[in-house]
């Protein structure tokens, strides 16, 4: 409705300003502003916050994150873990090793103790111990029923939590709408933690929580690592739904993983001779810690028509990439001509391709896409560098053949060998 009779902005089409206000519409619907978590003042108790949500949403899970998110927050928190679920097999081990990732205590009584004495006993050890936040973890099932709740009821009466977050699995989807107000109408969330969010998903959860509640989702979680949680921003969530990516998390991740003297090496030796397969493997890494690469290029704008397929093949080229480099030998690695220009390169190609269980075609295909993107890498920086002089070098053009899938490359090729003179020598 907004948008019926509005004047289009002079320089922007009537598509590029629709778009603008179902971003602003979209990022008011989800809340409009990031939402804190709570947090009392000193002399006033502990934070509780009670977790709640189905089975297999990751909710222990995000627990442990939660936990790592407190102690390194700008004023850090002494967090205490609850093991409430009493229920699951190994559930009580499972928050135990989150905990000792994270270097947080937990707080355990069995699984013969009921889980409103575990926490009511949790509360009294927290505050006589100066923990300032307790983050408690409840039982899940596998679908809603009414012991569940009563016993959700139970415990919140018992120690009144400051923060009631239900995590949702970003997957559910629509069916998300339905948890959301079965968990609200009894028991009363104050947040929500969305999680799953690096896998085939836009956020229509984030929506459905959002419209049923009327509470703020107040983190993300984008893979399984403790460190993988990230507050929620609505604006952000609003581009991605729009399939305009996240650049601005992005952004936020790689400045939190990469050292900013090994991120300047890298781009010098980028746009020179002296990249190498080291090189490669230390920016797989970094795209590692950030969570992975089809999360990272979702949240490249125009990244939304790309198929789970294509993402899922994408990976699996890196993870094959990455064997046929540890099958060569530290030389190999720093000296990528050997396999190329030396005698012995066709004989080094066939140990690496046997060395990581691969084939002959798929090692020689991966030694010219490498030094192909080595040849790009060197162009692009050439023509930066040329642009920034002014110079006439900065017309210079990538080679249309550096681009494209193997095979039009290749009948590109045998096309010019047709129409081109006979050559004479390197001249």
Same mark, same amino acid.
């Given at each position: 409705?907004?948008?019926?009779?509005? @004047?289009?902005?002079?320089?922007?089409?009537?598509?590029?300003?629709?778009?603008?206000?179902?971003?602003?519409? *979209?990022?008011? &619907?989800?809340?409009?502003?990031?939402?804190?978590?709570?947090?009392?003042?000193?002399?006033?108790?502990?934070?509780? &916050?009670?977790?709640?949500?189905?089975?297999?949403?990751?909710?222990? /899970?995000?627990?442990?994150? +939660?936990?790592? =998110?407190?102690?390194?927050?700008?004023?850090?928190?002494?967090?205490?873990?609850?093991?409430?679920?009493?229920?699951?097999?190994?559930?009580?081990?499972?928050?135990?090793?989150? !905990?000792?990732? /994270?270097? /947080?205590?937990?707080?355990?009584?069995?699984?013969?103790?009921?889980?409103?004495?575990?926490?009511?006993?949790?509360?009294? =050890?927290?505050?006589?111990?100066?923990?300032?936040?307790?983050?408690?973890?409840?039982?899940?099932?596998?679908?809603?029923?009414?012991?569940?709740?009563?016993?959700?009821?139970?415990?919140?009466?018992?120690?009144?939590?400051?923060?009631?977050?239900?995590?949702?699995?970003?997957?559910?989807?629509?069916?998300?709408?339905? *948890?959301?107000?079965?968990?609200?109408?009894?028991?009363?969330?104050?947040?929500?933690?969305?999680?799953?969010?690096?896998?085939?998903?836009?956020? $229509?959860?984030?929506?459905?929580?959002?419209?049923?509640?009327?509470?703020? &989702?107040?983190?993300?979680?984008?893979?399984?690592?403790?460190?993988?949680?990230?507050?929620?921003?609505?604006?952000?969530?609003?581009?991605?739904?729009?399939?305009?990516?996240?650049?601005? /998390?992005?952004?936020?991740?790689?400045?939190?993983?990469?050292?900013?003297?090994? !991120?300047?090496?890298?781009?010098?030796?980028?746009?020179?001779?002296?990249?190498?397969?080291?090189?490669?493997? %230390?920016?797989?890494?970094? &795209?590692?810690?950030?969570? %992975?690469?089809?999360?990272? +290029?979702?949240?490249?704008?125009?990244?939304?028509?790309?198929?789970?397929?294509?993402?899922?093949? !994408?990976?699996?080229?890196?993870?094959?990439?990455?064997?046929?480099?540890?099958?060569?030998?530290?030389?190999?690695?720093?000296?990528?001509?050997?396999?190329? #220009?030396?005698?012995?390169? @066709?004989?080094?190609?066939?140990?690496?391709?046997?060395?990581? $269980?691969?084939?002959?075609? @798929?090692?020689?295909?991966?030694?010219?896409?490498?030094?192909?993107?080595?040849? #790009?890498?060197?162009?692009?920086?050439?023509?930066?560098?040329?642009?920034?002089? $002014?110079?006439?070098?900065?017309?210079?053009?990538?080679?249309?053949?550096?681009?494209?899938?193997?095979?039009?490359?290749? %009948?590109?090729?045998?096309?010019?060998?047709?129409?081109?003179?006979?050559?004479?020598?390197?001249?």
């Amino acid at each position: 409705a907004r948008a019926i009779g509005m @004047q289009v902005v002079d320089g922007v089409t009537p598509a590029q300003q629709f778009v603008k206000i179902m971003e602003e519409e *979209l990022t008011r &619907i989800l809340g409009g502003a990031q939402a804190p978590l709570a947090r009392k003042a000193k002399g006033q108790g502990p934070t509780v &916050i009670l977790m709640c949500g189905l089975q297999g949403t990751g909710k222990t /899970t995000a627990c442990g994150k +939660l936990s790592l =998110f407190c102690k390194q927050e700008k004023e850090p928190r002494k967090v205490l873990l609850v093991a409430c679920d009493v229920y699951r097999p190994a559930a009580i081990e499972q928050l135990q090793l989150l !905990a000792k990732q /994270t270097g /947080t205590e937990v707080y355990s009584a069995g699984t013969d103790k009921s889980p409103v004495d575990i926490a009511r006993d949790a509360y009294n =050890f927290a505050v006589q111990n100066d923990f300032d936040t307790i983050i408690v973890d409840t039982a899940g099932r596998q679908v809603i029923d009414e012991p569940l709740m009563r016993e959700l009821k139970a415990i919140k009466n018992v120690i009144r939590p400051d923060e009631v977050l239900l995590v949702v699995d970003a997957m559910t989807g629509q069916e998300a709408a339905n *948890l959301t107000k079965a968990f609200n109408d009894n028991v009363g969330i104050t947040g929500a933690i969305l999680t799953k969010l690096d896998g085939d998903t836009r956020g $229509g959860a984030a929506l459905s929580v959002r419209a049923i509640s009327g509470a703020p &989702i107040k983190f993300t979680g984008v893979g399984e690592k403790v460190e993988a949680l990230s507050p929620f921003y609505p604006e952000r969530m609003a581009s991605r739904i729009l399939g305009m990516g996240d650049v601005v /998390t992005m952004v936020e991740k790689a400045q939190s993983v990469v050292d900013e003297q090994e !991120a300047t090496r890298l781009a010098q030796k980028m746009v020179s001779d002296n990249y190498d397969f080291d090189d490669f493997i %230390s920016q797989s890494r970094v &795209i590692k810690q950030m969570g %992975s690469l089809g999360g990272m +290029l979702k949240m490249m704008p125009g990244a939304a028509g790309i198929s789970a397929g294509k993402l899922a093949e !994408a990976e699996e080229r890196l993870k094959v990439s990455e064997s046929m480099i540890a099958s060569m030998t530290k030389v190999e690695r720093k000296n990528p001509t050997l396999l190329t #220009m030396d005698i012995t390169a @066709q004989s080094r190609i066939k140990r690496i391709a046997k060395g990581s $269980g691969r084939s002959l075609r @798929q090692a020689s295909e991966f030694i010219e896409d490498f030094n192909r993107m080595k040849m #790009m890498m060197k162009n692009m920086g050439k023509m930066a560098f040329d642009q920034a002089k $002014g110079g006439p070098g900065g017309q210079t053009a990538i080679d249309p053949m550096a681009l494209g899938n193997r095979q039009s490359r290749r %009948s590109g090729s045998k096309k010019k060998k047709v129409a081109a003179p006979k050559s004479k020598g390197f001249g």
